[in-house]
């Protein structure tokens, strides 16, 4: 097609100068991207692999208005071809994460922006929130990275959700549940006992875990909702474990206390009626 071939050239082609040439290019590429039947999927993505280079290639020219609008041609793609944003831009970006960060480099800081951007679409989000959680994994195991990479990756699953919640009618988020608010919580909790655990004692992360917590627990079954409000304070560790509740605690040394910002956020998110909240650790049935 010849409107394809000018618009393309005009896009990829042109001087990197050309800001106001190649956003035109561009939106022309869109609107022929979304009308129906106009182009086959190959063509779409062929197109998409362009949005990709110019975000991920490209210096910031200007004003950087180019990078946002390619930003927003893939939020709209993911609309109407969520499939191909999956299959070629999502692998694209999280190829970029680094495994490991010493605090020098915060070009994945651009990288999570847009992918929290372009996540609205339930396949994108569910399969974007199961690969930031694994290199989440990955980074809390090695406890080498700078603080701040484990904080932006929490960022980034909080603005996901966000926009998730934002754009559904039936939002839940249980199916988080157990993997992040009980499983993180616990691990902050152990990692309080422990010197070799640096990034889960960080403030910043504590706090960044919290918020996410919170927006987990506001959006959670009742059942759910009642066991947070019976491990506020022991944050889902076992009685065998080495951690002991701040507040049941004569000796709690300052790493244990940050844990209360867990707590804190924990509360937060639970609603108002809740009852069963452990004051205290006497038995109900021996007072």
Do not use: W
């Not at 039936?170 to 010197?195: M, P």
């Amino acid at each position: 097609d010849q409107f394809t071939e000018v618009f393309s050239q005009a896009l990829m082609g042109a001087a990197k100068e050309e800001i106001s040439f190649r956003q035109t290019a561009l939106q022309g590429l869109l609107r022929l991207s979304t009308l129906r039947n106009f182009f086959q999927d190959n063509e779409i993505g062929l197109f998409v692999q362009y949005l990709d280079e110019i975000l991920l290639k490209e210096e910031v020219v200007g004003s950087g208005a180019l990078k946002k609008d390619a930003v927003s041609a893939l939020a709209e793609l993911s609309r109407y071809k969520s499939n191909i944003i999956m299959e070629i831009t999502l692998p694209a970006f999280m190829a970029t994460l680094p495994d490991q960060d010493d605090g020098t480099d915060l070009k994945y800081i651009t990288t999570l922006d847009t992918l929290a951007q372009i996540s609205g679409q339930r396949n994108i989000f569910e399969t974007l929130v199961r690969r930031l959680l694994n290199k989440l994994d990955l980074l809390l195991q090695g406890d080498s990275s700078h603080p701040r990479y484990v904080r932006i990756i929490l960022l980034t699953i909080i603005h996901a959700m966000e926009k998730k919640r934002d754009d559904a009618q039936n939002f839940s988020l249980d199916s988080y549940y157990d993997r992040i608010v009980v499983g993180l919580s616990r691990r902050a909790a152990l990692a309080s006992t422990k010197d070799s655990s640096r990034i889960l004692r960080d403030v910043s992360v504590l706090d960044t875990l919290g918020r996410l917590c919170t927006l987990i627990v506001r959006n959670i079954s009742r059942e759910n909702e009642d066991q947070v409000a019976q491990n506020i304070y022991t944050l889902f560790t076992a009685e065998t474990d080495a951690f002991q509740p701040v507040p049941f605690s004569q000796t709690s040394n300052q790493n244990k206390k940050r844990t209360m910002i867990l707590s804190t956020h924990l509360l937060a998110g639970l609603p108002k009626d809740t009852t069963n909240l452990p004051y205290s650790t006497t038995d109900p049935d021996d007072t």
